[in-house]
Each structure stands twice: as C-alpha cells, then as structure tokens.
C-alpha cells in the first residue's frame, strides 16, 4: 500500500506543477509579443525600399545609401536596427548610423562577420557590377569594389527594413569641449556621423562667415573645439571605406578643427629599416600628388601603433583646464588600458578625460 500510495501521488505533484506553469511564462511572452507588436508598426513607418546607392568594399564591407524616411530624426553616434526579409523574415541587426543628422539619405557599413550578413553581402552583391582596380605603389594590391546606384533602370535592390534610432554613448559629443575618438577596424563606425557633422557645422560656419563676416561667430560655440579621431587597422583596404570623409576634411577643415591619425598595423613597426623606406617613399608621393599612398587618400597613414600614453599626454598639454571625451569602438583588449589612462591624467593633470566605450 505504501508503494501504490507513492506512485499515486507523483503525478498528482506534477499536475500541480503543470498547473502552475502558466504563470512563469505569461510575463516573458506578453513582453515578447509587446516588443513585435511595437517593432512592427516602427518597421511599417521606416520601411526602406528606394536605396540610393550601394557598394561593397575591400575587407568584404557593404555600405547601403537608403532614402531618409519622412520624420526619421536622430543624433551622431546613435544607431539602427536593419532586417532583410530576402535574408530572413525575421532577423534584426544593429549597426551605426555613418551619415550625419544634416544629410539627406541614411547610410550604415556592415562588416562581413556571420551567416546573415554574408548572405547581405551576397544578396546586394548580385544587384551590382564589380569594378576591378589595382593601385600602383610601395604597397600594391589588387582590389574589387562593387557599386551601383537606384538610378540605373535595371538595378533593383532587396527590400530592406530600418527601426531606430536608438541611443548610444557617443551620440553626448556635443558637451565635451575636445573630442578623442578611437575606431580599430570597423569600430571606426559610430564616430564617421559625429566627423561628417562636425563637417558640416565647419562648411555652414564657413558660409556665414563669407556672407556676414567673422563677426557673427565661430564654429567653436556650438559644438567640440576640436576633435582627434585615430583609427587603427590591419588591412589596407580598409581606408576605403571612408576615404570620401577623409578627402573632405583635407579640403574643408581650414581651421584644422578635426585631426586625423591613420594607423596601419600590418606593416613594419615604425624604425624598422623597411618601414622607414615605405615612409621615405610615401613623404616623396604625397609632397608631390597630396595623396597618400597607403590609404589612398589625402590623409597621411603611420605605422605600427600609436602610443596611447603619449597621445594622453599631448591632449592634457594641449588643452589644459578643458573636458575631453574619450569614446572607444574597438576589441576589449584596449579598454581598460583607455579607461585608465583617462583615470590617471585626470587625476594628474588639470585636463579631464572622461571614457566611454561603445558596444562593438
């Protein structure tokens, strides 16, 4: 009797745990179905099917041009969530927004890491016609870039669904009085907005100026004084990705607001004989043509990697009694040696750094 009251009473436990279950899951899943009920009506406001333009660069980087959707506002730094439905129905990813609040089009670079954005990268790859181009210089290599444009006839893209903006810790540049930006490889992302708008503030700022004279006021009063931006990288082809921004600066930035530090990591260490020979030759080509032959662009790359402490160092000289925004996009390896070296010359000096890391 003992055996058979035991075994009548095991399934009466788990009736009651059944019973209960309900109420351990209806929490998550109503916050779940919430969550699509809100994602859908934001998708069906931002549905983005008109692309303006779309490439694809060396390092296997897709960058979508999409036509700015009606109301769709936003701050530097922020970033948005894109879905492909030819790629899955149901897939959002996050990616930084690259254009600047003041353009008319959105754009986003998305770097080739998993199963759907190489499938993205397929999918708009066949929608365009690649263009192969070689370099001629110290450093050749063989590149294929793939563009196309909406204008042609008989381009037609993937549908493509946007839903943002969303926040993110850059998107605070303007109360710092100097910036310090730091991308390594794609990490470069959240900060090309932030450069392309503090751009355009210097070419509005230069307009004013021509029509009403110095009088009216500087670029300086309404935003950072200066900006610094190193981007650090190991393939050469990377630069690419952004040489229009940097050719901009380079023709634009008379005040010599934004200062820009290219870095090359898979070359020679700088003071390296070979590395000081590509120097040599590089300081001949760009003296001679203004472009540099590393990044092909008028900004000139360094070797190697730069030294963190005394670019701390140079900042806390330079802009002393000043705050300075330090914003990191890169692998974790570097974070804490940033975080304390902003600690550190905050402490020493009468600068203040203040860090902040984006999600990479």
């Known amino acids: 009797p003992p055996r058979g009251a035991f075994l009548l009473h095991i399934p009466h436990q788990d009736l009651v745990q059944e019973d209960e279950t309900w109420m351990f899951l209806i929490v998550p899943v109503l916050f779940y179905a919430c969550e699509r009920i809100i994602r859908k009506v934001r998708e069906n406001n931002y549905h983005v099917n008109i692309l303006k333009q ?15 959707p009606p109301g769709f506002k936003y701050k530097s730094g922020m970033y948005l969530f894109v879905k492909c439905p ?3 129905p149901f897939e959002w990813h996050p990616f930084s927004i690259t254009s600047a609040p003041g353009d008319d089009y959105l754009s986003v670079h998305i770097r080739t890491l998993g199963d759907w954005t190489s499938e993205l990268r397929n999918l708009f790859g066949k929608c365009c016609e690649a263009q192969v181009t070689s370099k001629k210089a110290t450093l050749s290599r063989l590149e294929t870039t793939v563009v196309a444009d909406s204008a042609t006839e008989d381009t037609r893209f993937p549908k493509v ?7 993110a810790p850059a998107q605070n540049y303007k109360k710092y009085d100097i910036l310090l930006l730091i991308g390594l490889g794609i990490g470069a992302t959240p900060f090309i907005s932030i450069l392309k708008d503090l751009l355009n503030n210097i070419k509005s ?3 004013v100026e021509s029509m009403h004279g110095s009088e009216i006021g500087s670029f300086k ?10 981007w650090v990288t190991r393939e050469q082809g990377s630069f690419d990705w952004f040489k229009g921004v940097m050719n901009e600066v380079a023709d634009n930035d008379h005040s010599d607001v934004i200062e820009m530090h290219n870095y090359l990591t898979s070359v020679y260490e700088e ?3 070979r ?3 590509i120097a040599m030759v590089q300081s001949l080509q760009h003296a001679k043509n203004g472009v540099d032959i590393v990044s092909g662009s008028k900004i000139r790359t360094h070797f190697a990697r730069p030294n963190w402490r005394k670019v701390f160092s140079d900042l806390a000289n330079a802009h002393k009694n000043s705050r300075i925004g330090v914003f990191y996009c890169g692998s974790p390896t570097l974070t ?10 905050s402490q020493t000096t009468t600068t203040r750094f203040h860090f902040h890391k984006e999600n990479f």
Not at 54 to 68: D, E, T
Not at 221 to 230: E, H, K, L, V
């Open 54 to 68: 779309a490439a694809i660069y060396p390092g296997n980087v897709l960058s979508l041009h999409m036509k700015k």
């Open 86 to 88: 030819d790629v899955s």
């Open 161 to 167: 669904f946007i839903d943002g903006p969303y926040g």
């Open 205 to 207: 700022n230069d307009e």
């Open 221 to 230: 009063n309404s935003g950072p004084g200066r900006a610094y931006f190193y």
């Open 271 to 273: 003071g390296d004989a």
């Open 275 to 277: 590395s000081a020979l």
């Open 336 to 345: 804490k040696q940033l975080k304390d070296l902003s600690k550190e010359f």
